[in-house]
């Protein structure tokens, strides 16, 4: 993990944990612009992407990513933003009692205890297309291009360049194993969950949402892939993040 740390560390502070194939710094260029309050961002490049090393597991991830958070003294957190892979680390600094963390938007996760088919399907579809890759050397992957559009799976096919096969083996294990348990009042009252209608996460997060997290605010995008909402429409969307922040700080007085 490599982390990246943007503006005044005296505004509060934002968490922006970012999918798989797209870097710390690519997800903070891509969203920071559409917040209209002022926070200070950190935007870890986790394992395989950006100036990270290798991806070795979700723990370990979490590991240096509190442990950068503790040295820094950086123990209240405004919103914890994860989306797919990123949620693997949000999840568990959203549970952490060191921390104390107002909000959290989840977007695009497998929320399950052990989903073995997605893992298998996962790893072998992305080693098919590395391999595709580096024969084809192409500029953009066409399936990324028809669910997220051009420029957004340039960036992503640059991104997948460099991610190795062992790193796709932990990420896929990280997407597809979390410690479920049926989160407090309190807690479910800062999370909003996103979903596109058809990403296929959704079809193992619908069973457990209503038994773990059944009070958490709940989105689902009509028509759109696997975080398909938050690529097309950043600005929008970033206004209901920021929406959900003032709701919630409302309904807290």
């Not at 123990?75 to 909000?103: C, K, M, N, Q, W």
């Not at 989160?183 to 969950?193: G, I, N, V």
């Not at 975080?227 to 309904?251: L, N, S, T, W």
Request: hydrophobic share 40%; with cysteine.
């Amino acid at each position: 993990m490599f982390i990246n740390e943007y503006g005044d560390k005296n505004d509060p502070l934002v968490l922006l944990l970012a999918p798989m194939m797209v870097s710390g710094e690519d997800l903070y260029q891509l969203m920071h612009q559409y917040f209209k309050h002022h926070y200070h961002f950190i935007a870890p490049d986790q394992g395989g992407h950006g100036k990270a090393g290798g991806y070795i597991s979700a723990d370990e991830e979490y590991k240096t990513l509190k442990s950068f958070l503790l040295d820094e003294g950086y123990r209240e957190i405004e919103l914890v933003y994860g989306a797919s892979l990123g949620v693997a680390i949000g999840y568990r600094l959203f549970l952490d009692p060191d921390f104390t963390v107002h909000h959290a938007w989840f977007d695009g996760v497998a929320l399950s205890k052990n989903v073995a088919f997605p893992e298998w399907f996962m790893k072998k579809m992305f080693r098919s297309r590395k391999k595709k890759l580096a024969k084809t050397k192409a500029e953009t992957s066409p399936s990324l291009v028809q669910m997220y559009g051009y420029d957004f799976a340039k960036m992503m096919t640059k991104n997948f360049e460099r991610i190795t096969e062992s790193d796709i083996d932990a990420i896929c294990h990280a997407c597809c194993h979390y410690d479920l348990r049926k989160l407090t009042q309190d807690e479910q009252a800062k999370l909003h969950l996103d979903f596109g209608e058809k990403d296929f996460d959704w079809k193992y997060s619908r069973k457990t949402i209503p038994v773990t997290m059944p009070e958490a605010e709940l989105v689902i995008r009509p028509g759109f892939q696997h975080c398909g909402y938050m690529a097309a429409h950043p600005k929008e969307y970033v206004e209901e993040i920021e929406a959900f922040i003032r709701r919630q700080q409302d309904v807290l007085g």
